[in-house]
């Protein structure tokens, strides 16, 4: 029988995302510095300006930044101290010449999330997040169960009681995440999608947020 843990394809490899980024690279030296808007991201982002109405000065690190997309969004809405955290030098390369092109106050760090004791270091987040990494480990072509258990220690090293932990997965459900990480992580809440094609994008998509047990 097919199990979704025993999926693999080729987002688990960090030369498949190297190459992409490569490829965004070459783009972007030529055009002008406009970060992409995410079609999901804009949910995350609203709520947390509706849960941090009255303080913006949080640490967040974002774990596989990809081309900062994310962590860009944030720093346009006020929010303070950002850490983007990706495997992939040429995403980390991305990410930082926007920073500096825009001066923006945070940086990115080329580092692999499974390497436990050097994330580590990082010290400890009031937000943790991350779209689309967790699912790209899930889809490794070995290790794959090992490999999520150590990003998953890297997650629980970053945050302490009150930290809480943003997931957003394309590839598992609400349910399967949920016994996923059930070992360290609690079920806080989900984000919902809202609008006028949410009953189709809540099916493709869940964002949740985790706490510490
Ligand atoms: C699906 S992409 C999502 C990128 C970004 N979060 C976004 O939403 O646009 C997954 C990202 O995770 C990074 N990644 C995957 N495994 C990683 C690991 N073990 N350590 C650090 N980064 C990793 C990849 O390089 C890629 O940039």
Redesign the pocket.
Known sequence: MFKKEDYTSQ??S?EF??EI?TKELEIFTDSDVTPKK?GV?KYIINWLLHQYKNNRDIHII??????G??LFDLAINGFGTLIG????RN?VALTNSVIQKKSYDMYCIE????NVMECKRLGIFDIVH????F???SQRTENTKE?QRM?LKTVRNLMSKESIFII?SFCWTEDELVQLLSKQFVKDCKIPITGKFSKDINKLVTILVFRVK
């Open positions: 987002y688990g960090k995302w190297n980024y995410d991201q974002d774990l596989g930044c990809g081309a997309a994310f955290i990706d495997y992939s995403a580092l692999d999330l499974t991350d779209k689309g990494t699912d790209d480990i490999m990003y957003t």
